[in-house]
Every structure is written in structure tokens, then in C-alpha cells.
């Protein structure tokens, strides 16, 4: 089973911190990224998946509730907070946070158009359950997402 | 007499609506008009035939036709138009194979409003 190194988990917290930086103009709080050995990681009511395909093979998925993607679209200054809004802007975030990573792993990193699930309370993250999961907090405001890094 | 230059058209394509949206929102070249939006390669193909923009926002990552076959398809209609792309495709090679198929520029996402314009002003002062 393939284990992420350092370096590479660190493309990710830096995707995350950057997307948040910029997006959002307000800095999130990136906690310490953990490995989860049991099954997948629990997910928030909105997640969205970017399937990896090339020479890694996998999934990313960025996952928050409601409220926080609420804020988030107010301090992109969108005001329509609708729910395909909401489940657009989850894809968004995924899929930046995928194409960003493309920086240290290189063009054969192929990323999917993203697929967003709104889940119900207590589901699991939809990744593959054979390859480990790398989860990565982030806290903003006052609301808590996971950024969960499945490879191969 | 005043000769009034029109503006140029605007195309804005991108699968997320939130992009095309935040897109022209922010856009404020004032030698700019948002004349359609398209959610992937092939729509754009079609609204590009039909509105005939100068100016193109293109994202990669889409459905149906990605970025890079939309860019040839684009110019192949108007060997003049002028394309910003605008992606999350962090890697060098990307840009520089977008360019080579025919793009102006390259935007990498997540984007300030301010870091938009900067490329806006920059392509349209290339034409």
C-alpha cells in the first residue's frame, strides 16, 4: 500500500491554505494532517470528488457543511446561495485544490471533471477502501472541511 | 467628432457557474462586453459561431470537449481571437501546450479580481 510522503502531503495543506488565502481573502487554519487505517474518513453534508487518473490513480474530495460554504460564496461576493450553487462551489474547491497539486506532481496527474454528493449525516468519504486515506483539517471561521487524499 | 470604438466581445467559459459568474462580475475593462457564457467545449464552440467574440476566458478541466481541443477548435473559427485560459492546471507543460495551440494567456486559479483584470489588460494590450 502505496503511503504519500511528506513533500506530497505538504502540496496539498499548500493547495488548501492557498485556495483560501485567495479565494475567500481570509487565511484558514490548516490542522495536522492524519492517515486514517479503518475504512474512509467521515464526510460533511457536501462533498465534492475529483477521481485521479494517470500515473497516480485515486481520489480527492474536499468536504464541508453548509454553513461554512454559505460564507464562503458571501466572501466571493456571489450572492445567489442556492443549493446547485453550493454544490457547485464544493466541486470548485476540489477540483482547484486537484489542478494546483499538478504544480509538484506533474502533467500526469490527471484530474476528473468533479462529481459533488450531498451526504447525509454520518456517510463516508466516497474513495476507495483498499488505499489508505490522508485527511487534512481545515478550520475557517468558525466552521470545519477535511480535504481527504486517497492515491494509490 | 468622436469616433466611439465598440467594445470587445466577451466569451466566458467555464463549467462552473460560480467561475462564470465571479468572471464577469469582476471583469472591468471597460473595452470589454460579456456577450454569452458556455459550460463546456462544445457549447462554447457554438456561441463562439454565433456571437462571434473577440475575447475568450477558457477553462481546461470540462466536460464534453476539454480546454485544450476547444483552444484549436477556436482558432481554427477566428485565427484572431484572443484567448485568456483560465485554470486550476498548475503545471508548467499545460500552459505552455495551451499557448502552443493557440492561447494569449494564462490565468492560474484561484484568481483576485485584481489578478483577472492584470490579465485582461495584459492580452487586450497584446491585440
Avoid at chain 2, 95 to 108: D, K, T
Wanted: aromatic share 4%; net charge negative; charged share 20%.
Amino acid at each position: 500500500m502505496t503511503v504519500l510522503s511528506e513533500a506530497e502531503i505538504r502540496t496539498f495543506v499548500e493547495g488548501a491554505t492557498h485556495y483560501f488565502e485567495v479565494a475567500a481573502r481570509q487565511p484558514a487554519a490548516i490542522g495536522s494532517p492524519y492517515l486514517v487505517t479503518d475504512g474512509s474518513p467521515a464526510v460533511h453534508e457536501y462533498t465534492g470528488v475529483i477521481g485521479i487518473s494517470g500515473r497516480r490513480k485515486g481520489a480527492v474530495c474536499f468536504t464541508a457543511p453548509k454553513a461554512m460554504l454559505m460564507v464562503l460564496l458571501m466572501r466571493m461576493n456571489e450572492t445567489d446561495t442556492s443549493d446547485a450553487n453550493i454544490k457547485d462551489l464544493v466541486g470548485e474547491v476540489a477540483n482547484t485544490i486537484s489542478g494546483n497539486a499538478r504544480r509538484d506532481f506533474g502533467r500526469e496527474f490527471v484530474i476528473s471533471v468533479p462529481s459533488v454528493v450531498s451526504n447525509p449525516q454520518g456517510s463516508q468519504a466516497p474513495v476507495p477502501t483498499d488505499v489508505h486515506s490522508y485527511v487534512i483539517p481545515i478550520n475557517w471561521r468558525s466552521h470545519s472541511a477535511k480535504l481527504i487524499v486517497c492515491l494509490e | 467628432m468622436n469616433d466611439v470604438v465598440p467594445p470587445l466581445k466577451l466569451l466566458i467559459v467555464d463549467d462552473s457557474n460560480i467561475i462564470r459568474r465571479r468572471i464577469e462580475r469582476s471583469q472591468q475593462h471597460d473595452r470589454l462586453k460579456v456577450v454569452g457564457t458556455a459550460a463546456n467545449g462544445r457549447e462554447a464552440i457554438t456561441i463562439f459561431t454565433k456571437t462571434q467574440p473577440d475575447v475568450v476566458t477558457l477553462d481546461l478541466t470540462m466536460p464534453e470537449m476539454d480546454g485544450i481541443d476547444c483552444v484549436e477548435r477556436l482558432v481554427e473559427i477566428n485565427p484572431g481571437v484572443l484567448i485568456l485560459v483560465v485554470s486550476a492546471l498548475a503545471d508548467k507543460a499545460t500552459a505552455v501546450e495551451a499557448i502552443r495551440r493557440g492561447a494569449n494567456g494564462f490565468l492560474c486559479k484561484p484568481f483576485t479580481d485584481r489578478q483577472l483584470n492584470e490579465a485582461l489588460a495584459e492580452l487586450l494590450e497584446g491585440a
